[in-house]
């Protein structure tokens, strides 16, 4: 049970801070996509889905909402 809402949860978590990375969406894409990989690789292999598999899926929705997002779309205090 414990391992079905981790897994998500931590992807959820890792989506959302990928939105403060760089200023264009190509850096975004980028930054986003690399981080999402991290955390993908990470997530996969504590799930035993496997720490490429992970990555890949963790790179592709990363890069997709690194690209998706601007930077004038969040509130970082201001």
Do not use: E
Request: proline share 3%.
């Amino acid at each position: 049970m414990l391992r079905k809402f981790t897994a998500p949860a931590l992807l959820v978590l890792s989506l959302s801070t990928l939105a403060g990375c760089g200023y264009s969406p190509g850096h975004r894409a980028l930054t986003g996509g690399a981080i999402g990989a991290a955390g993908g690789a990470i997530v996969g292999a504590a799930t035993g889905m496997g720490a490429g598999t992970g990555a890949l899926i963790g790179a592709g929705a990363g890069a997709l909402t690194g690209a998706a997002t601007t930077h004038d779309q969040l509130n970082l205090g201001r």
